[in-house]
């Protein structure tokens, strides 16, 4: 029967129920009621500042019958805006061995290109890149006027109104979104975060999209911050407003905004990475990230390249080559790169709003006449009684969680599909395919993950995205009550897995932790694993941006010092839940 019947059935008459199974748990979650429609928008004040001595190293190791190579990149210079600022000093570009020729040259969107070339190299190419960037971020009220439609603009902005297949303003689609979502605009920052907070909830982060174009990222929601990117352009041009293309690097040196009664922890992946600049025209050129930032982005990131879109802002990080046509193979190309933040001064706070995506999105507070847009969010699954629970037979298969990473990648040098020119020469760009990981086993903190059910299940089996680098020490999970949006008391603990037993990948694996010894049974709601180890382990967990599964507070660790779950994260680690519903 349907446990849906079974419910309906429990409500109006209880019925007489079997025996008892043995050695079972039944877990009965109550649900937490309806709420208010809130979103999860935050305006944050304060600010940052750092002095970052930055390296990236390149190494190109040639393919049989090389007969030409050439490596390309963009000089970062110095940027200001209302909220971020860059400054950079001490720059040196080392190439080794020497090139046969260099060419310096600018584009015409202003980026200072570099062009080395070495005819039939035998040994490694290594390009070092060295420089001190003096990074800042501040975060006041800011206060703007610009009128929507604009008009007006300077002819330096109107170029990046222009569309291009990755960011077809052009397209009907993407036209009729545009005139959806900001027909009532008072303002271009109310037009500005109207499209902002669609984007947010509309996209789903996944590192290897089919295609990188804001078309596909509409039709499908689903991409990686070029996909962001193209999309939060695409839909903002056809509006009437100049977005540019960024390409830069982020680092992973975490830093702490004051949430009140918690503290949010934010931290990117260290690599490439793709955002947006608007233009006002009473503000100049202010940066977002599509993927949770509105108005700035952290002083975390190295601005290096700016165009029309990706298949512009290509020249840094760009290798060509010509080879033999008999000869098979590539070059194999590894990039690395290392940042020591020689100062970092941090001082963040944030105030949740009552509007805004479901979708995390952060922001100055804005002294402009805006609508506050809200979202609906879905009522949480009917509960399931006691009696209901112990009449169900569980044998229908269910996985679900947080399920796409790159599984098996070694991430030092995968690289994007070589590609040939019309001039022969082959061609492979820049990697945004970026490790995005937690240490989870040092000692000082522990890690939990949320996860919510729609149906009752028989749980067997939790598994994690994991990469082993040793192999000492236990692990285990706690699967645990949820406590108003905190991990509560202990429900059941998983077998203990010895980590010499896990076998060694180049990248990030399904790890599964067995359930199976003691049986649970789950009402649908919300709960939590807990990454439990001993013997000294280093695992990191592979997470992914934004929340695609679960709520904004569903990532949570403590340190040795806490008493309580009260530092949450903003992204979501992968996981999977494994095991048996209903029929």
């Not at 506050?372 to 009696?387: C, G, L, Q």
């Not at 939990?448 to 729609?454: D, E, H, R, S």
């Amino acid at each position: 029967m349907p446990y849906e019947k079974i419910i309906k059935l429990a409500m109006n008459k209880r019925p007489k129920y079997g025996a008892v199974m043995k050695r079972l748990l039944i877990v009965i979650l109550i649900l937490f009621t309806a709420v208010p429609v809130f979103g999860e928008n935050y305006l944050l004040n304060g600010g940052q500042e750092s002095q970052i001595k930055y390296e990236m190293v390149q190494r190109v190791r040639p393919s049989a019958g090389l007969k030409k190579l050439m490596l390309s990149c963009v000089i970062p210079e110095s940027f200001s805006s209302p909220t971020y600022n860059q400054r950079i000093g001490d720059f040196d570009l080392d190439f080794s061995p020497a090139p046969l020729s260099r060419e310096d040259r600018t584009d015409k969107r202003g980026n200072k290109v570099v062009e080395a070339t070495w005819k039939a190299p035998t040994g490694p190419v290594t390009t070092t890149i060295r420089l001190t960037a003096i990074n800042s971020t501040k975060l006041q009220a800011l206060k703007t006027g610009a009128p929507f439609p604009l008009s007006g603009l300077p002819q330096q902005a109107k170029v990046y109104l222009k569309a291009t297949d990755q960011v077809p303003a052009d397209d009907s689609q993407i036209r009729s979104k545009a005139r959806e979502l900001t027909s009532a605009a008072k303002n271009q920052f109310d037009a500005v975060q109207k499209i902002l907070t669609w984007v947010v909830d509309h996209m789903h982060y996944v590192l290897t999209p089919q295609s990188y174009d804001a078309l596909y990222s509409f039709q499908s929601g689903k991409g990686n911050c070029q996909n962001y990117s193209h999309l939060s352009a695409a839909i903002m041009r056809a509006a009437g407003i100049p977005v540019r293309i960024v390409n830069g690097i982020t680092l992973k040196q975490p830093y702490d905004i004051n949430m009140e009664n918690s503290i949010l922890t934010m931290k990117m992946a260290q690599g490439r990475h793709s955002w947006v600049e608007v233009y006002f025209p009473d503000l100049g050129w202010v940066p977002f990230d599509p993927q949770g930032t509105e108005l700035f982005v952290s002083n975390r990131f190295i601005r290096v390249e700016t165009g029309l879109d990706n298949n512009e802002t290509r020249q840094d990080g760009l290798m060509r080559w010509i080879q033999s046509k008999s000869s098979p193979g590539r070059p194999l190309f590894e990039e690395s790169i290392q940042a020591e933040f020689v100062t970092d001064h941090i001082k963040l706070a944030g105030r949740k709003t009552n509007y805004g995506p479901r979708g995390l999105l952060l922001g100055p507070q804005v002294e402009a006449a805006f609508s506050k847009v809200t979202v609906s969010i879905p009522p949480p699954p009917p509960r399931v009684s006691e009696e209901v629970l112990k009449r169900l037979r569980f044998k229908k298969p269910y996985v679900f969680g947080n399920l796409d990473f790159p599984e098996n990648v070694d991430f030092l040098s995968a690289r994007g599909p070589a590609e040939q020119q019309s001039d022969n020469t082959m061609e492979m760009r820049k990697n945004f395919l970026v490790e995005t990981a937690e240490y989870v086993t040092t000692r000082g903190n522990q890690y939990a993950q949320t996860f919510i059910l729609a149906k009752p299940m028989q749980l067997q089996h939790t598994g994690l995205a994991l990469h082993k680098f040793n192999s000492e020490g236990q692990l285990w999970l706690e699967l645990l009550k949820d406590n108003g949006g905190t991990p509560g008391d202990l429900i059941a603990t998983s077998d203990i897995i010895e980590l010499n037993h896990v076998k060694f990948t180049p990248g990030y694996t399904w790890v599964d932790f067995d359930f199976t010894t003691t049986s649970v049974i789950l009402s649908p709601g919300r709960y939590w694993v807990a990454l439990g180890f001993t013997g000294g382990p280093i695992v990191n967990w592979f997470f992914t941006y934004g929340k695609p599964v679960g709520p904004q507070d569903g990532t949570r660790y403590k340190t040795m010092f806490d008493e309580t779950w009260s530092r949450s994260l903003a992204y979501e680690f992968n996981y999977r839940v494994i095991g048996l519903a209903a029929q």
